[in-house]
Every structure is written in C-alpha cells, then in structure tokens.
C-alpha cells in the first residue's frame, strides 16, 4: 500500500508539473516550444556574450554616438528574443487597444486588419510591411485584404520563420519576405501599392531616414500608415520617474531614443508625404493595451522557472534567462508607462505620397 500511495503521489506530480509547464503554456497557443528556444542566428555559446554586448550598448540610449551601429544591434536585439516572443507572446511582436469580448489574439487582428484598411487596397495590390518581424501581421493582412504582402526585416533568422509561418498558414503565394534594411530598401522607386508598419520604425536612429525610403518606394497618390512609439503630451523631461520609465523601455526594445509624438507628423512632411490622419489609438474610449502585460505575470514566472531548468541543463543556451529577465522588466516599464500615460505604442499617422512631385 505505501508503494502505491509513493507511485500515486509521484504521478500526480508529474501530471502537474506536465499541465503547469507544457498544457498551461505560454500567452499564446504556440508557434514555438519551450525546448526550442534558440538565440536565432546567434550559436548558443556566444548567445550570453551577445546579450552583454546589446546590453552595454543600449545602456544609455540617448547616448549613442555611433548611430550606424544601431541596425546591426537591433539585428541582435531580435537573435536574442524572436523565439522568447513567439513562445511567450504569440506571431505579432506588438500591442493593441483590449477590445471587450474579444480574445488578445483577435483584438490584436482588428488591430493589424484596421491599418490595412486606412491604406485602402483592393486584391492583388502589392504593398509593403515594413518591418514584418516573423510575419504575424503580414498574414492577417494578406488573408483580409487579399493583396500581395511583402516584409522586410534586417533579421535572417526572422525571415526564415515568416517563411515557415506563411506556409504552414497556406499563405505564401501572397506573403514574400526579404532580408534588409529598411533605411536602405533594396526596392525600385514607385513599386508597391501602399505600405504600413506596425511598432517598428521605432528601431530607426532617425526617423526622416525610413520614412524617405517609403515615401520613394510607394506609387504616386499611394497611402502609407505606421503606428509607433512615441511620448505623449504628459511626459515631462524633468521628472525623474519618467525618465527612468522611458529609458527602460528603450534599454529593453533596441530603441536609439524614443521620439515624441510632436516629431510625427512633422517628419513625414519633411519627406514629401501629406498628413492625412494623425491619432493616439490607445487613447479612450479604447481600452489599455498594457493589460495583457499585468495579466501576463503568473505566465511569466512559470516561463521563466522553465527556462531557468533549460538552461541548467543544457537544452536553452546560457544567456536565455538574462534575456527573459530583462524582457520582463522592460514589461514592469512598458506598464508604468501606459499607467502613467506617458507612454504609446500606437500613435498612428496615416499619409499620402503626392500624385504630383512638391516644388518646395
């Protein structure tokens, strides 16, 4: 009898630790397990040394003096976390307004289908993401809208996971992807239809750069939307406790100093582009977007127990759970900064490229 009583109380305990660490699992139904965590592009034995590396250079932010560095940063920025957001985030590495009603994931494809639409493209247009990250948006886009998507994302690592994601998804006669530099497009002047980005031209040190490769790559009278990171209107430079918030945010997502949302519209104009529409999405009646972030704090100690156990032994590369760690406290950021409102990763600019060229 207490052969059996030990064998029961063995099994009930891993049938838990089964349920809490691989049915619960992560945010969002997976496109990645746990046991295949990697460092992208980066060789598991040189995933910590990188991570120190992006962490040294992103320390100060506001700092950076050699901003042609930046993009190969960012590419390891995205090495060290694309499959810790598929796992634990889901295919769009973004936020979106809480819709009552709607699940995260389907909130999150109103979102993506709403920036489609403001850019008022018909079926079999060819329009571009700019910065597509492993191609969550792309995909919702291209099955609402029916045009042919094609991304662009400095990452090597990131291409080849769109391109999986596109197939399995029976999408890939609509989305393309293509490894590059959106500060450096490698696309013809007027050649797509329209373009969009969500929550990725933040990663550019200067904003006027990537908007002028879109504005060349667009057809006359074609729209292009963005959402993006910004401060708001409540953030106060001399506040210390804003500081902190925003330098965090910018320390844990790769970004070369956060711009505000003044600097928006007026460097779209200085480009060429007609401001259409300019509007915070995150301001009410929308609901927070940073409720997924409070939610998510129960899931993210149970991810990051596994993947300290990973770590240890030997099947996540040392340096993963520094990298969960400071996702995590760039999360605490992230809410601190939509509690206090001084923070928005949905300030949306719809533009439109001139039929005719400007003669200013």
């Known amino acids: 009898m207490d052969s059996f009583a030990i064998f029961c109380t063995g099994a009930l305990i891993a049938c838990g630790l089964y349920w809490f660490l691989c049915i619960l699992g992560p945010a969002e139904q997976k496109g990645k397990r746990a046991v295949d965590l990697s460092g992208g592009s980066i060789s598991a034995?040189?995933?910590?040394?990188?991570?120190?590396?992006?962490?040294?250079?992103?320390?100060?932010?506001?700092?950076?003096?050699?901003?042609?560095?930046?993009?190969?940063?960012?590419?390891?920025?995205?090495?060290?976390?694309?499959?810790?957001?598929?796992?634990?985030?889901?295919?769009?590495?973004?936020?979106?307004?809480?819709?009552?009603?709607?699940?995260?994931?389907?909130?999150?494809?109103?979102?993506?289908?709403?920036?489609?639409?403001?850019?008022?493209?018909?079926?079999?247009?060819?329009?571009?993401?700019?910065?597509c990250g492993v191609g969550g948006p792309m995909r919702a886009i291209a099955a609402h809208s029916r045009a042919i998507v094609v991304g662009i994302t400095i990452n090597e690592y990131q291409v080849n996971r769109a391109r999986l994601h596109n197939k399995k998804a029976g999408l890939d006669s609509l989305c393309e992807v293509v490894c590059g530099n959106f500060l450096e497009m490698p696309f013809p002047d007027n050649s797509f239809d329209g373009a969009y980005s969500i929550e990725a031209t933040c990663h550019a040190p200067k904003l006027e750069e990537v908007y002028a490769e879109v504005f060349r790559v667009l057809k006359p009278g074609s729209l292009y939307v963005s959402y993006e990171w910004v401060t708001t209107d409540k953030y106060k430079a001399n506040d210390a406790e804003h500081v902190?918030?925003?330098?965090?945010?910018?320390?844990?997502?790769?970004?070369?100093?956060?711009?505000?949302?003044?600097?928006?519209?007026?460097?779209?104009?200085?480009?060429?582009?007609?401001?259409?529409?300019?509007?915070?999405?995150?301001?009410?009646?929308?609901?927070?977007w940073w409720t997924r972030l409070k939610m998510g704090r129960i899931a993210y100690w149970r991810n990051h127990i596994l993947i300290t156990i990973l770590a240890a032994l030997g099947i996540a590369p040392k340096g993963t759970v520094d990298v969960h760690e400071m996702l995590f406290r760039t999360a605490d950021y992230l809410t601190k900064g939509g509690d206090t409102g001084i923070f928005t990763p949905m300030h949306m600019i719809l533009c439109r490229k001139p039929e005719t060229p400007s003669n200013s």
């Open 244 to 288: 902190e918030i925003i330098q965090g945010i910018e320390r844990g997502d790769a970004l070369p100093g956060l711009r505000s949302h003044t600097d928006i519209a007026e460097t779209a104009r200085k480009v060429g582009f007609e401001v259409v529409k300019e509007k915070d999405l995150a301001k009410p009646p929308a609901l927070p």
């Open 45 to 131: 034995e040189k995933v910590q040394d990188n991570y120190k590396q992006y962490w040294s250079f992103f320390r100060r932010p506001k700092e950076i003096e050699t901003a042609e560095k930046v993009p190969d940063f960012v590419d390891t920025f995205y090495n060290l976390v694309t499959d810790i957001y598929e796992w634990g985030w889901g295919q769009s590495f973004h936020f979106s307004p809480s819709v009552p009603g709607k699940s995260h994931r389907d909130a999150t494809r109103l979102h993506e289908e709403m920036a489609v639409d403001l850019i008022d493209v018909k079926p079999g247009d060819r329009i571009l993401d700019v910065g």
